[in-house]
């Protein structure tokens, strides 16, 4: 199973930065399918060649896995996995060439975002529904796309075509990019995946797929392939691709966004909405918060601002809300002490995930409203009861509020894409009840100035877990 990238980017040697791995160097590397070997066949100022190379062993592959009865006896023996570029290769990219698929390069870090002449030559690639494809899921992408097919037997071409292909693509793009298409499309034209698919593949799939596979015109055949054709977890993600990503989503946010600051806007909501929330986690002398739904970072940039909090980071199920918050926050500017504070990174709020499990405190601001109700129990077990944060802080509009902005409509919400909005006395009762199941005490402070009758725009509560 072999594949090779080469570039005559000027100079090519340039490769071997970007990819963190040295011309020169053969290296080999042990996986439970195999072997792995990453070498350069082709090193010079004009034109660099990196080759990643599979040994699969189907014997160990049996020794290391239940066995099948699915087929003839001796499939588990007799298959073309040692041969084809599949989830195999995927996973190798993905342990080898991390740094380069994540797009981090301390020796070139201005080529991580420059756009480079690229060829990858695959060979051989499965793909049962044909050539054409495979032209589908790749020229969309931008790129000039060579095949070669071949027969099942030269001798009896009556046979016809073998569903095997050496593929070459070319095209100008970041490597990083280009990465992310093949670790996605590879086990996609193959169908076929080494490993067992759940929820957290939906997570893989759009963190690697952000930011092209919404606008691709092939995104559910990709959606359904990548996922083992399972019903209920192609849902969650197309509707997360739809909801997040979809094409005019951007916008469509945007303008949503601009409606709710500019209704907000006379009373400086959202400044003190931040300042609340910072003295907050200053009261409690926290040290390592998360933002989750961080949008484009506006809390961030306050926290950054303070020392005192040694660990900050932010959480969107928008790969687009991320790109934005890194360039307003100039994160590639930033000096290496100070980046090494922060982190982003791509999530679900109604997704258990251990990267949450080591922040002493949370922050939700004006995000629980953005969730379906029934999306809410979901949320309240990934965050307290799988988490367990020292400190969780919740902000949410007050619906009572609404009849003092004077161009808001009688029942109309803040924002397009809110799914409801909460009294006082709605809030606390779900306040409660999650403190209680989930042992938390729960404090509440208005934000904004307060009503006599009506409260405050903006309603604040503070979770704190109970010592155990």
């Known amino acids: 199973m072999l594949l090779t990238i080469s570039t005559t980017h000027q100079p090519a040697t340039d490769l071997g930065y970007l990819l963190h791995k040295r011309p020169g160097q053969v290296q080999s590397f042990d996986f439970s399918f195999g072997k792995a070997h990453i070498f350069y066949p082709e090193v010079s100022a004009e034109k660099c060649t990196i080759a990643l190379l599979l040994e699969v062993d189907p014997i160990g592959l049996v ?28 996973v190798s990219i993905a342990k080898l060439l991390g740094s380069a698929l994540n797009g981090k390069s301390k020796e070139r ?4 975002e420059k756009k480079i002449p690229l060829v990858v030559s695959i060979c051989a690639l499965p793909c049962q529904r044909g050539e054409q494809f495979v032209r589908q899921l790749f020229e969309p992408l931008g ?43 590879i086990p996609v034209l193959d169908d076929e995946k080494h490993y067992w698919v759940g929820d957290a593949e939906i997570d893989k799939l759009l963190h690697h797929g952000g930011g092209w596979l919404s606008c691709h015109p092939m995104k559910e055949e990709i959606t359904r392939a990548y ?11 197309l ?18 966004a601009s409606k709710e600051g500019n209704i907000e806007k006379d009373i400086s909501l959202r400044e003190q909405r931040l300042s609340a929330v910072a003295g907050v986690l200053k009261e409690v002398q ?22 005192s909090f040694q660990e900050i980071a932010g959480m969107d199920v928008s790969y687009k809300s991320l790109e934005k918050t890194k360039y307003k926050l100039r994160f590639d500017q930033m000096a290496p002490m100070q980046k090494a504070r922060i982190r982003l990174f791509q999530g679900s709020l109604v997704y258990r995930d251990k990267r949450l499990d080591t922040f002493d405190a949370v922050t ?16 309240e077990r990934v965050l307290f009861e799988f988490s367990k944060p020292k400190l969780v802080v919740v902000t949410t509009p007050n619906s009572e509020y609404n009849v003092k902005f004077k161009t808001l409509a009688a029942g109309e919400f803040r924002h397009k894409d809110h799914r409801f909005e909460w009294t006082r006395a709605e809030f606390k009762k779900w306040a409660e009840d999650v403190g209680k199941r989930n042992q938390y005490t729960v404090a509440y402070r208005p934000i904004g100035a307060e009503d006599a009758s009506l409260g405050a725009p903006t309603q604040m509560a503070v979770f704190t877990r109970l010592s155990t």
């Not at 509707?239 to 949503?256: H, S």
Request: glycine content about 6%; aromatic content about 10%; hydrophobic content about 35%.
């Open 63 to 90: 020794r290391n896995h239940h066995r099948s009865s699915a087929g003839f006896a001796l499939k588990q023996y007799v298959n073309d996995r040692p041969y084809v570029a599949s989830s195999y290769m995927s």
């Open 286 to 307: 926290a040290k390592r918060v998360i933002d989750l739904g961080c949008g484009e970072g506006h809390l961030l940039r306050v926290l950054l601002e303070d020392r």
């Open 364 to 379: 939700v601001m004006e995000v629980i409203e953005h969730l379906d109700p029934h999306r809410l129990a979901t949320f």
């Open 227 to 237: 996922l083992k054709h399972q019903r209920s977890l192609i849902s969650d993600a």
């Open 109 to 112: 870090p201005e080529l991580v």
């Open 143 to 185: 790129y000039k796309t060579t095949i070669t097919s071949f027969l099942l037997d030269e001798k009896f071409p009556g046979w016809g075509h073998s569903p095997y292909f050496k593929v070459q693509l070319e095209g100008e793009t970041r490597l990083k990019d280009l990465l992310t298409h093949l670790y996605v499309l």
């Open 239 to 256: 509707l997360r691709l739809t909801e997040e990503d979809g094409p005019g989503a951007e916008k469509k946010e945007q303008l949503y």
